[in-house]
Protein backbone atom coordinates (compact mmCIF):
# COMPACT_ATOMS: atom_id res chain seq x y z
CA UNK A 1 0.00 0.00 0.00
CA UNK A 2 0.76 3.78 -0.61
CA UNK A 3 0.23 6.97 1.23
CA UNK A 4 -1.56 7.13 4.32
CA UNK A 5 -4.55 4.73 5.15
CA UNK A 6 -6.87 5.41 7.39
CA UNK A 7 -9.78 2.83 8.79
CA UNK A 8 -12.52 2.82 9.39
CA UNK A 9 -13.43 4.57 6.26
CA UNK A 10 -17.08 4.68 8.50
CA UNK A 11 -17.99 4.42 12.17
CA UNK A 12 -21.15 4.80 13.77
CA UNK A 13 -20.95 4.90 17.65
CA UNK A 14 -23.26 5.55 20.79
CA UNK A 15 -22.11 8.23 23.19
CA UNK A 16 -20.89 5.25 25.49
CA UNK A 17 -19.02 3.59 23.47
CA UNK A 18 -15.29 2.64 23.35
CA UNK A 19 -13.31 3.01 19.78
CA UNK A 20 -10.18 3.75 17.59
CA UNK A 21 -9.43 5.35 14.61
CA UNK A 22 -6.13 3.89 13.12
CA UNK A 23 -3.51 6.00 10.71
CA UNK A 24 -0.52 4.33 8.94
CA UNK A 25 1.59 5.91 6.63
CA UNK A 26 4.23 4.19 4.01
CA UNK A 27 5.88 7.39 3.36
CA UNK A 28 8.70 7.35 5.49
CA UNK A 29 7.50 11.05 7.16
CA UNK A 30 8.47 11.73 10.69
CA UNK A 31 5.13 13.40 11.12
CA UNK A 32 1.90 12.92 11.88
CA UNK A 33 -1.00 14.60 12.52
CA UNK A 34 -5.04 14.33 13.52
CA UNK A 35 -7.77 16.73 11.80
CA UNK A 36 -11.14 17.21 12.17
CA UNK A 37 -13.28 18.45 9.40
CA UNK A 38 -16.84 19.90 10.52
CA UNK A 39 -19.46 21.43 8.26
CA UNK A 40 -19.10 25.13 7.65
CA UNK A 41 -16.11 24.95 9.84
CA UNK A 42 -12.00 24.92 8.52
CA UNK A 43 -10.05 21.73 9.25
CA UNK A 44 -8.86 22.07 12.85
CA UNK A 45 -5.50 20.72 13.99
CA UNK A 46 -6.15 18.44 17.53
CA UNK A 47 -2.88 16.50 17.33
CA UNK A 48 0.52 16.77 16.27
CA UNK A 49 3.98 13.59 16.50
CA UNK A 50 7.11 13.99 15.57
CA UNK A 51 9.41 11.41 15.82
CA UNK A 52 6.52 9.48 17.90
CA UNK A 53 6.70 12.38 20.22
CA UNK A 54 3.88 14.57 20.94
CA UNK A 55 4.09 18.05 20.22
CA UNK A 56 0.64 19.81 20.18
CA UNK A 57 -2.31 19.58 21.64
CA UNK A 58 -4.96 22.04 20.49
CA UNK A 59 -6.68 21.93 23.62
CA UNK A 60 -8.79 18.77 22.38
CA UNK A 61 -11.29 17.38 25.49
CA UNK A 62 -9.74 14.36 26.79
CA UNK A 63 -12.26 11.95 25.62
CA UNK A 64 -9.95 12.12 22.51
CA UNK A 65 -6.71 10.22 23.60
CA UNK A 66 -4.14 9.92 20.59
CA UNK A 67 -1.42 7.04 20.51
CA UNK A 68 1.81 6.95 18.03
CA UNK A 69 3.40 3.71 18.75
CA UNK A 70 5.91 4.21 15.72
CA UNK A 71 6.53 6.96 12.96
CA UNK A 72 4.20 4.97 10.67
CA UNK A 73 1.45 4.39 13.14
CA UNK A 74 -1.12 6.57 14.79
CA UNK A 75 -4.40 6.02 16.23
CA UNK A 76 -7.44 8.00 18.49
CA UNK A 77 -9.10 6.39 20.83
CA UNK A 78 -12.21 7.27 21.58
CA UNK A 79 -14.80 7.19 24.90
CA UNK A 80 -17.96 8.52 26.02
CA UNK A 81 -18.51 11.00 22.53
CA UNK A 82 -20.60 13.63 22.18
CA UNK A 83 -23.26 13.81 19.12
CA UNK A 84 -21.25 17.29 18.58
CA UNK A 85 -17.96 14.56 17.64
CA UNK A 86 -19.30 13.48 14.74
CA UNK A 87 -17.17 14.64 11.79
CA UNK A 88 -14.57 13.59 9.13
CA UNK A 89 -11.13 12.41 11.25
CA UNK A 90 -8.59 13.03 8.98
CA UNK A 91 -5.05 12.09 9.66
CA UNK A 92 -2.17 13.22 7.82
CA UNK A 93 2.04 12.93 7.37
CA UNK A 94 4.93 15.30 6.63
CA UNK A 95 8.57 15.19 6.28
CA UNK A 96 9.36 17.92 8.98
CA UNK A 97 12.06 20.37 8.35
CA UNK A 98 12.55 21.63 4.80
CA UNK A 99 10.38 24.24 5.51
CA UNK A 100 8.17 24.11 2.09
CA UNK A 101 6.52 20.68 2.53
CA UNK A 102 3.18 19.16 1.65
CA UNK A 103 1.28 17.46 3.58
CA UNK A 104 -0.21 14.12 2.38
CA UNK A 105 -3.64 13.31 3.88
CA UNK A 106 -5.91 9.72 4.27
CA UNK A 107 -9.47 9.52 3.30
CA UNK A 108 -10.55 9.87 6.52
CA UNK A 109 -13.07 8.21 8.95
CA UNK A 110 -16.02 9.31 8.68
CA UNK A 111 -17.27 9.41 12.70
CA UNK A 112 -21.25 9.68 13.58
CA UNK A 113 -22.12 10.21 17.37
CA UNK A 114 -26.22 8.54 18.30
CA UNK B 1 -4.04 32.34 15.93
CA UNK B 2 -3.53 32.53 12.35
CA UNK B 3 -7.05 33.22 10.31
CA UNK B 4 -6.94 32.28 6.58
CA UNK B 5 -10.19 33.96 4.98
CA UNK B 6 -11.35 32.66 1.53
CA UNK B 7 -13.67 33.90 -0.63
CA UNK B 8 -15.77 33.55 -2.24
CA UNK B 9 -16.92 29.91 -0.04
CA UNK B 10 -19.21 29.29 -3.21
CA UNK B 11 -18.63 29.48 -6.97
CA UNK B 12 -20.87 27.69 -10.07
CA UNK B 13 -19.69 28.22 -13.21
CA UNK B 14 -20.20 27.24 -16.54
CA UNK B 15 -17.65 24.94 -18.48
CA UNK B 16 -15.21 26.90 -20.16
CA UNK B 17 -14.91 29.83 -17.65
CA UNK B 18 -12.19 30.88 -15.61
CA UNK B 19 -12.80 32.47 -12.31
CA UNK B 20 -10.11 33.13 -9.36
CA UNK B 21 -10.32 32.27 -5.77
CA UNK B 22 -8.82 34.17 -3.27
CA UNK B 23 -7.27 33.27 0.16
CA UNK B 24 -5.85 36.23 2.97
CA UNK B 25 -4.77 36.69 6.51
CA UNK B 26 -3.53 39.56 8.80
CA UNK B 27 -0.78 36.99 9.32
CA UNK B 28 2.58 36.17 7.49
CA UNK B 29 3.15 32.35 6.57
CA UNK B 30 6.89 30.76 5.96
CA UNK B 31 4.99 28.64 3.07
CA UNK B 32 0.89 28.86 1.81
CA UNK B 33 0.07 25.50 0.01
CA UNK B 34 -3.60 25.15 -2.13
CA UNK B 35 -4.95 21.58 -1.73
CA UNK B 36 -8.33 19.77 -3.18
CA UNK B 37 -10.79 18.17 -1.94
CA UNK B 38 -13.34 15.93 -2.85
CA UNK B 39 -16.26 14.61 -1.87
CA UNK B 40 -15.61 11.58 0.60
CA UNK B 41 -11.90 12.13 0.37
CA UNK B 42 -8.90 13.61 1.98
CA UNK B 43 -7.76 17.15 0.87
CA UNK B 44 -4.99 16.44 -2.06
CA UNK B 45 -2.01 18.81 -1.76
CA UNK B 46 -1.60 20.88 -5.46
CA UNK B 47 1.03 23.41 -4.80
CA UNK B 48 3.30 25.21 -2.32
CA UNK B 49 4.38 28.36 -2.58
CA UNK B 50 6.98 30.18 -0.23
CA UNK B 51 8.62 32.84 -1.94
CA UNK B 52 6.67 36.40 -1.67
CA UNK B 53 5.78 37.04 -4.98
CA UNK B 54 6.28 34.01 -6.27
CA UNK B 55 3.73 32.25 -9.62
CA UNK B 56 3.59 28.68 -10.01
CA UNK B 57 1.35 27.55 -12.88
CA UNK B 58 -0.08 23.43 -13.24
CA UNK B 59 -2.10 23.17 -16.15
CA UNK B 60 -4.93 25.31 -16.37
CA UNK B 61 -4.09 26.14 -12.65
CA UNK B 62 -2.38 29.50 -11.89
CA UNK B 63 -0.99 30.45 -8.00
CA UNK B 64 0.54 33.44 -6.63
CA UNK B 65 1.30 34.07 -3.35
CA UNK B 66 1.60 38.04 -2.45
CA UNK B 67 4.51 39.54 -1.73
CA UNK B 68 4.11 40.72 2.14
CA UNK B 69 3.65 36.64 2.21
CA UNK B 70 -0.12 36.87 3.73
CA UNK B 71 -2.19 36.40 0.71
CA UNK B 72 -2.41 34.01 -2.34
CA UNK B 73 -5.09 33.58 -5.39
CA UNK B 74 -6.10 30.57 -7.03
CA UNK B 75 -6.70 31.25 -10.90
CA UNK B 76 -8.65 28.44 -13.38
CA UNK B 77 -8.48 28.89 -16.68
CA UNK B 78 -11.21 27.15 -18.88
CA UNK B 79 -12.66 25.25 -15.85
CA UNK B 80 -14.02 21.79 -16.87
CA UNK B 81 -16.23 20.06 -14.74
CA UNK B 82 -13.05 17.97 -13.11
CA UNK B 83 -12.19 20.78 -11.39
CA UNK B 84 -15.06 20.31 -9.36
CA UNK B 85 -13.90 20.46 -5.64
CA UNK B 86 -13.29 21.78 -2.73
CA UNK B 87 -10.61 24.04 -2.45
CA UNK B 88 -8.38 25.01 0.69
CA UNK B 89 -5.70 27.60 1.37
CA UNK B 90 -3.71 26.48 4.02
CA UNK B 91 -0.93 28.52 5.72
CA UNK B 92 2.60 27.40 7.94
CA UNK B 93 3.95 28.80 10.61
CA UNK B 94 6.30 27.85 13.33
CA UNK B 95 4.43 27.07 16.73
CA UNK B 96 5.34 28.40 19.64
CA UNK B 97 6.15 24.75 20.69
CA UNK B 98 8.50 24.64 18.01
CA UNK B 99 6.67 22.53 15.58
CA UNK B 100 5.60 23.81 12.19
CA UNK B 101 1.64 24.12 12.06
CA UNK B 102 -0.92 23.85 9.17
CA UNK B 103 -3.73 26.45 9.51
CA UNK B 104 -6.20 26.17 7.08
CA UNK B 105 -9.53 28.02 5.55
CA UNK B 106 -12.84 27.00 5.39
CA UNK B 107 -12.30 26.61 1.61
CA UNK B 108 -13.93 27.52 -1.68
CA UNK B 109 -16.48 25.14 -3.10
CA UNK B 110 -16.15 25.02 -6.51
CA UNK B 111 -19.23 23.12 -9.04
CA UNK B 112 -18.02 23.58 -12.91
CA UNK B 113 -21.75 22.97 -14.90
CA UNK B 114 -20.95 20.59 -18.28
Known amino acids: ETGVTQTPRHLVMGMTNKKSLKCEQHLGHNAMYWYKQSAKKPLELMFV???????ENNSVPSRFSPECPNSSHLFLHLHTLQPEDSALYLC?????????????FGSGTRLTVV | TQLLEQSPQFLSIQEGENLTVYCNSSSVFSSLQWYRQEPGEGPVLLVTVVTGGEVKKLKRLTFQFGDARKDSSLHITAAQPGDTGLYLC??????????????FGKGTKLSVIP
Open chain 1, 92 to 104: ASSQEGTGSWGYT
Open chain 2, 90 to 103: AGLTLSGAGSYQLT
Open chain 1, 49 to 55: YNFKEQT
